[in-house]
């Protein structure tokens, strides 16, 4: 029959388990059990050739309408050469933490998240999650270990943070993928620190030092022309470090003076080059290698940025400057020649307004500028005796 929810509530249990198949759906079907209990599933065979079952809900939980269409992506992943029983009993078997970090990093991070995102999971579990409960059973995880990791973490709160919300996204997995009881995630009711906003930028004497430095690094050939034509761009287009990393030639379009990214935080979009940029890009090789700032070899691109930013700051005495803050410091030069915030948020490529709204203080000195030229004016115009003359439209006459 045609599996809905009316035909599937009509099923009579029978003294024995039913199975009822989708007459449009091959695969796909519906088992009633002596109970009365209705659950859908999805039957398929592997690579190879073994019959599989998969439950994929029970009726009531999920629509009809719902598990046909969770029905369709599994027997999708199956015509793939994927088998989706043998993977859910894989995650199912997830002993330890450090166990089940391997399959959400396969599973998950590695097929859904971007290049950065990875990396900083990888960074978070490594460094601090895993070496302290790698070990302990993914079923057994408490609310007090989740504490007490936060609790050790608390010198760098932002990183305290980004752990705790690794760590209940793994165990939101981990009911979903049937390794923890539903509903029993350790993460919850444990309070993140508050995070101080950071509103570091270069003063204009801490731009003409790093501007010192970055000439020196390149007189003297200490760091690579990948990593100083990266710090320049970083600063002249505003751009996030993964952005300018990962740009190939084919994302630069010279004649209309934009960076076209297929892909980025935010998704595709245009970064605009102004001439300092594109003087920059003017002096590079665009034959020595695909990607516009290559690395060592002309096979990969650069890494290692921050190990060279490490140094070049510390020669222009800027210590506490992250990557991070020359796009704030891009931002701070678009206020202080009349960009208007709405503007420098599209430069920047935000797609939320709230996201720009983070960057309104470095407007604050914009508004007192103008603000005292608009009292200088009143109070010149109050010491003349009379209000100077305000050019008027001459009235059309009226007809």
Known sequence: MNLTKRSVEAISPGSSEIVVWDDELPGFGVRVKPSGVRSYLVQYRNAAGRSRRLTLGRHGVITAQQA??????????????????ARREEQRSAGTLAEFAKLYLTQHAIPKKKVSSIRSDRWLLDRHILPRLGSVPISALTRQDVVALH????????????????????????????????????????????????RRFLSGAELARLGAA???????????????????????TGAREGEVLGLRWEHVDFERGMLQLPDSKTGAKEIPLNAPALEVLGRLDSTRSPWVLPGKTSEAPLVGLPRAWRRIRKRAGIDDVRIHDLRRTAASAGASV???????????????????????????????DGAERIGSWLQAALHAGAPPAIPLRRALPMR
């Open 214 to 236: 970055l000439r020196d690094a390149e007189l003297r050939e200490t760091e690579l022309p990948s990593s100083i034509a990266a710090i320049r761009l970083l600063l002249f």
């Open 338 to 368: 009349g960009v208007t915030l709405e503007a420098v948020g599209q430069i920047l490529g935000h797609n939320q307004a709230a996201t720009t709204k983070r960057y309104a203080f470095l407007f604050e000195d914009a508004k007192r």
């Open 151 to 198: 609790h050790a973490m608390r010198g760098t709160p932002h990183a305290a943070n980004r752990a705790r919300a690794l760590l209940s996204k793994m165990m939101n997995l981990a009911e979903k993928w049937g390794s923890r009881p539903d509903g029993s995630n350790p993460c919850r009711h444990v309070e993140p620190y508050p995070e101080p906003k950071r």
């Open 68 to 85: 046909r269409r969770h029905a369709r992506l599994q027997l999708a992943e199956v015509a793939r050469g994927e088998d989706p029983v």
